[in-house]
């Protein structure tokens, strides 16, 4: 079946790779100084693209969507109701927009990008690429001629490493699954070279987080590609990627001169406190549920009741004790019912998609979702763009084939 290029689903594939890493790029020095905000213009690019995606294509949705669609329709309405006994004013009025107007849009803009074809190959290769050219700058900034956190505050620069960290680790699952698909030839090697690449540069920021979600794609996302055409090569490929990163990782921890410089490896062995704190916060948000239920602090409200203002950074740093805290129990069961039936969802159609597909999807939202259950808030679209890439794999998309063509799906 001939391939034929579409310039819109190319578009919106590149478009949508942009804008969910954009955080990332727009942070880092070398393109700090551009003269247009880049997520602006990635979505202002992406917007027109989706509409024409859903105005060409026919659309095939499993049934099994349902539940979580609606869920995460209803969250955000929930979030707008809750804001009414909520202590806070600034970071609700911060927080609503994000969570009623940029998540449902982001959320389609997974879903459809996600189903198409074209446009998920361009945006599986447009992560890569940008993942290797955060990689290059963090690399260089840490390491080269300048020192990226005297560029920017401190807030700032951790921000950006830690985009920077999420963004390597979908480029290294993408990179891993093209490995496992190329086999042990030179092909296979060079993108071994890649994975390898971007693990060493994500030892570099201090992104804890990211380093292991790079860990989970690239062990986890090439076993959904090998899988069907046998156990033995899947199970073969976590064993050996596993054992890989455990000796690479030891290598470095019983070498301290090797290690010094790697940030993020100095704050898994040595900086305890920043954990006590997460853990502290988790268990805060646990208290402040109980204590409100069963409506909860309302939108915005946990910062405050914590004794910490008007401050947003200090949100519960986990999507699901964030939901309870400030949304209550009907916020819970409704972020329940999206997101973790979004996983039930997926585990289930996996199998009845290709494995390509599959493998590539899980490289781009495995480390989203393990970053929303330690960090990051509702708000937050990259979490919603990863919702709608998972329930995409339930979606397939049909163009009207010119006559004497059957449609290239």
Known sequence: MRRRLHPVALLAGIAAAILQLAGALKTAPPLAALPVDLTLAAAAALLPCLAMLAATRRWFIAPQLAVPLAAALALPLWFVIAACWSASRQIAAQKLPE????????????LLVGADPVARRALSGT???????????????????????????????????????????????????????A?????????LAVCAALATAALVPGGRAGLVSLGLGVLLAPVLR??????????AWFGAGLTGALLAIGFLVLDPDRAEGLRTLERLTSDIGSLDARIGLWFAALDWAGATA???????????????GERRGLYPHNHALEALAEGGLPGFLLWLAAFGGALAVALRLVPRVAPQRAAR????????????????????????????????LGITAHEAAPAGETSDV
């Open 127 to 181: 992560t890569l690429l940008v993942g290797l050219a955060l990689a290059g700058i963090v690399g260089w900034g840490v390491l080269g001629g300048w020192a990226l956190r005297q560029a920017m505050d401190p807030e700032q620069a951790k921000l950006q490493y830690q985009l920077a960290g999420l963004g390597m680790a979908m480029a290294a699952g993408i990179a891993a699954v093209r490995m496992a698909e």
């Open 294 to 308: 069963p409506f909860g602090l309302g939108t915005g409200g946990f910062a405050i009741a914590a004794g910490h």
């Open 361 to 392: 999807v899980a490289a781009m939202v495995l480390p989203v979702a393990l970053t929303v259950m330690v960090s990051t808030d509702l708000g937050n679209r990259m979490a919603w763009f990863a919702l709608g890439l998972a329930l995409s």
């Open 99 to 110: 969570v009623v107007l940029v998540a449902p849009v982001m959320l389609m803009a997974g």
């Open 226 to 235: 090998l899988w069907p055409a046998g156990r033995g090569a899947a199970l």
């Open 183 to 191: 086999g042990l030839g030179p092909r296979g090697l060079a993108w």
